[in-house]
C-alpha cells in the first residue's frame, strides 16, 4: 500500500483547507485509515480516522467539530477538511493506513503534508 498526501499550505487563523491521501496498491487489505500531526519536538499525535468502508469517524477532542473526515470510493482517497484553523493546529500532517482495525498502530504511513496557521 502506498499513501500519497497533499493539500498542505498557510492559512490564516480561522480558515479552512482540505487535505487529501490518495491509496493506491493492494488497497483492499486496509482496514481503517487515520489522520496524525507533529510539530517540532513533540510526540505525533491522532487526529481523526475512519474505517475504509467510510464508517466509524473518531476524532481526537482537539478537533471534533473543526474537522471532518470521509472517503471518496471511487478514488480510494480520504480526506480531512479542517475548519476554523487555530494556529496550534499547525504540524507536519501524515496520513495512514493499517489492515486491521483491532490494531492500535498502523501499518503504512505518507509522506507528511505541512499546515501552517498564522495569527
Known amino acids: 500500500v502506498q499513501l500519497q498526501a497533499s493539500g498542505g499550505g498557510l492559512v490564516q487563523a480561522g480558515g479552512s483547507l482540505r487535505l487529501s491521501c490518495a491509496a493506491s496498491?493492494?488497497?483492499?487489505?486496509?482496514?481503517?485509515m487515520g489522520w496524525f500531526r507533529q510539530t517540532p519536538g513533540k510526540e505525533r499525535e491522532f487526529a481523526a480516522s475512519?474505517?475504509?468502508?467510510?464508517?466509524?469517524?473518531y476524532y481526537q477532542d482537539s478537533v471534533k467539530g473543526r474537522f471532518t473526515i470521509s472517503k471518496n470510493y471511487a478514488k480510494d482517497t480520504v480526506y480531512l477538511q479542517m475548519n476554523s484553523l487555530k494556529p496550534e493546529d499547525t504540524a507536519v500532517y501524515y496520513c495512514?493506513?493499517?489492515?486491521?482495525?483491532?490494531?492500535?498502530?498502523?501499518?503504512?504511513w505518507g509522506q507528511g503534508t505541512l499546515v501552517t496557521v498564522s495569527s
Open positions: 496498491g493492494r488497497t483492499i487489505s486496509i482496514s481503517a
Open positions: 495512514a493506513a493499517k489492515t486491521d482495525y483491532r490494531n492500535y498502530e498502523y501499518d503504512y
Open positions: 475512519i474505517g475504509w468502508s467510510g464508517g466509524n469517524p
